[in-house]
């Protein structure tokens, strides 16, 4: 499976179903090679993944990630084997640990340390698997020693809310020959206060949550840049802004730190899906 250098990633409860099949379409048109989706209380993982996969015919889909909560490693491995026979293989199954209030408040199961419990679930799902190395498996690992796990029993990582400067930690902890598929958000926006206005909208939600905070925290950012919607110096970190030089610059930075594959995420006005596929027009891989 080829991931292609460049992918989009979209939540998928963000948009509805007519909306996702002319975003979708738009993605594939344009020559992305992976559409990225997450999982978090509305459409579940598989079922949304068929969906996308029945609206095409050449673009990978990949859960980013579908949570090891909602489903046993067994079902995640026939969930897998399924979608890629079904779409001639173009199914990525991107496996992730969530967070606590997904886990216990929304799911009402015990989070159990994070390591422990991932490495079990991949384990489970490898077992007695001759093709075990070969499973388009990724881990939405953060930290040194989750992502040492997925180079480990996986194919790769896909790092979300990430900087180049992770992406280079993350390419020395995998090692060479796993994927390494990061996430960046871009804002094809040239005024700053608008720009750093819509980021600290769309990072508000991960601002609460350890796993993330925590991983700003190892990667150079300090408490005050968390607190208040985020410093501006966080933000501009996060967000790629400005016009399409600026956007490609930050992708390329990512790709210079040993990335292989970026998917994109277009940050905009909530609704304002002409704004998102504009970006996505402007950072085409095809240009087409």
């Not at 079904?86 to 929304?106: D, T």
Request: charged letters at 20%.
């Amino acid at each position: 499976m080829d991931l292609g250098r460049m992918g989009v990633w979209c939540g998928a409860d963000k948009l509805g179903v007519s909306q996702w099949k002319d975003y979708i379409a738009t993605v594939e048109r344009l020559g992305y090679g992976t559409q990225w989706y997450s999982e978090s209380t509305g459409f579940e993982s598989m079922s949304f993944g068929s969906f996308l996969l029945g609206q095409t015919t050449r673009i990978n889909v990949g859960s980013s990630i579908a949570n090891i909560y909602a489903r046993d490693a067994a079902a995640s491995r026939a969930g897998l084997r399924t979608l890629g026979a079904l779409s001639g293989g173009r199914y990525v199954l991107g496996l992730g640990v969530s967070h606590v209030p997904l886990v216990e408040g929304f799911r009402g199961h015990h989070y159990g340390r994070p390591i422990e419990t991932m490495r079990a679930y991949l384990e489970a799902i490898r077992a007695e698997q001759d093709d075990a190395e070969r499973l388009p498996i990724v881990v939405a690992a953060l930290g040194p020693r989750m992502l040492e796990l997925a180079a480990e029993l996986a194919r790769g990582a896909i790092p979300y809310n990430v900087t180049p400067v992770h992406t280079a930690m993350a390419r020395t902890r995998l090692g060479p020959g796993r994927w390494l598929a990061v996430e960046q958000k871009v804002c094809l926006e040239p005024d700053p206060t608008t720009a750093l206005e819509l980021a600290r909208t769309e990072l508000c939600r991960y601002m609460r949550l350890p796993n993330y905070r925590n991983n700003w925290l190892r990667i150079g950012f300090e408490e005050p840049d968390l607190e208040n919607g985020g410093s501006e110096r966080f933000l501009n970190a996060m967000v790629a802004w400005g016009n399409e030089a600026a956007i490609e610059a930050r992708i390329q930075e990512h790709f210079d730190a040993g990335a292989d594959h970026v998917c994109i995420q277009p940050v905009h006005p909530p609704g304002a899906l002409d704004r998102a596929k504009a970006m996505l027009e402007a950072f085409a891989p095809t240009g087409d």
